[in-house]
């Protein structure tokens, strides 16, 4: 079974319990105009250049058959090698499960010993559910974390699930038309899997990331807070206000960021709400 990833961050302490393996894995069926890594949202290897540090030598046009117009790479990678400042990356690389399993159980001894184990990330990691389910066949019983945005087929969502040891799961917005307005999605099957997800009995964890005008209404918050305030198996909501260095790489992908919503404007907390209902939250 073979897969693409684009990053594997060792001793990662803020996706899951304990210190973790985190691989993140490339595609993405939305595209939140707030996405801050537009590098998982494609699932092909794409060119990643440091523009702001490039000195126009010249050097990667020289090998390129393009003239090194990113509009036009066929991301052979011939620039990469060129570059003086090593300013040029690819993002995406494709790994066979048995050998991206023998690569993460390399710290199985520290990650264990310090409460981790290894969480799949993204892009979107249900995306690509059977690399996924693949790789946790071969990491001997390793403690296992996926972070989704749910959305996913029931079935898709729920082999995931079920093969995992904890779950954190985004909440951006109930209003199904104002999700798909900024995330290019309506959100009926991600509500609908997040009901199955407390049901299947795994802990998880909630992220709201806090959008100025986008979904931090009282109103939002409100209706978030009655679907979750019953939740048996909710450890609790981390909320992750918006920062102004979401839209640093796009230009990195030759890419715009237009995120449509006032990026300088501070994100209301209404955690009041909360606080009314006892569902245990964090604002991170």
Request: some cysteine; overall charge negative; hydrophobic content about 40%.
């Amino acid at each position: 079974m073979k897969g693409i990833i684009f990053d594997i961050k060792e001793m990662a302490v803020y996706d899951g319990p304990g210190i973790r393996t985190t691989v993140f894995l490339k595609g993405c069926p939305l595209h939140c105009s707030w996405c801050h890594n537009p590098e998982g949202i494609s699932p092909h290897p794409q060119l990643m250049v440091s523009k702001a540090s490039c000195i126009d030598c010249g050097a990667c046009a020289e090998v390129c058959d393009f003239d090194a117009d990113p509009t036009r790479c066929v991301v052979c990678g011939s620039c990469i090698k060129k570059c003086p400042l090593r300013l040029r990356k690819i993002v995406g690389e494709v790994w066979d499960s048995d050998d991206l399993a023998k690569e993460l159980l390399r710290n199985r001894t520290i990650l264990e010993k310090n409460g981790g184990g290894i969480t799949f990330s993204g892009g979107e990691p249900l995306a690509q559910h059977e690399f996924v389910l693949s790789i946790i066949e071969k990491l001997e019983g390793m403690h296992c974390v996926v972070e989704t945005s749910g959305y996913a087929t029931k079935k898709i969502f729920s082999s995931v699930v079920d093969a995992m040891d904890f779950v954190i799961m985004d909440l951006k917005v109930i209003d199904s038309a104002v999700h798909e307005e900024f995330c290019g999605v309506p959100n009926s099957q991600i509500l609908q899997n997040l009901l199955y997800l407390n049901e299947s009995g795994k802990p998880f964890i909630i992220r709201i990331p806090l959008i100025p005008g986008v979904n931090d209404s009282e109103a939002n918050f409100e209706a978030t807070a009655s679907i979750v305030k019953d939740f048996t198996n909710l450890e609790r909501v981390e909320i992750l206000p918006y920062h102004k260095t979401a839209g640093a790489k796009y230009t990195m992908l030759s890419q715009d960021y237009n995120p449509r919503f006032d990026v300088d404007q501070n994100p209301h907390m209404h955690t009041h709400i909360f606080l009314k209902q006892d569902i245990p939250f964090i604002v991170a």
